[in-house]
């Protein structure tokens, strides 16, 4: 395989394995336990079949969208341990992602750097995910910040 990565296996192939430390891009391409909720949503995308339609006027066909103020159809899921990827983490996947105009999911488990540094910084293209545990105190101030910015 040579030259630039045509889908996702061969971006994962070409440039994943080059770039990341190995520890890194097997914390990234796995699974958790036995890999089984893995394994099935990949059975899943590859039991979608997009039906080609043929001899249909598709001139006047608008396929734009808009969600959370962003035409980019995509969504980075929040997940945490960025810093395996780049040393500023969570900050870098919310600066790329402001850059794109693409929404930027961010676990609430995120200690690596404060959540509201990066809700302040990239407010209009984050999203939140939020574990609830017995211990709030890792996030209590942040909670209440949140909700003084969204008033």
Known sequence: MAGEPV??????ELVATQ?????SYDFFSGGAEDQHTLKENIEA????????????????????TVIHKTSAP???????MHKFA?????ITTARGA????VIAGLSFTCKAVGFIQIFVTYYSQLSL?????NDFS?????????FILCQ
Do not use: W
Request: aromatic share 6%; proline share 7%.
């Open 7 to 12: 889908d996702v296996n061969e971006f994962e």
């Open 19 to 23: 770039v990341l430390p190995k520890i």
């Open 45 to 64: 995308f590859h039991r979608i079949i997009i039906q080609p339609t043929i001899l249909v006027d598709v001139s006047r066909i608008d396929m734009s």
């Open 74 to 80: 995509i969504m980075i899921a929040p997940t945490m």
């Open 86 to 90: 780049h040393p500023e983490g969570e």
């Open 98 to 101: 402001a850059s794109c105009n």
């Open 129 to 133: 995910s939020s574990y609830v545990n």
């Open 138 to 146: 890792c996030f209590a101030t942040d909670t209440v910040l949140l």
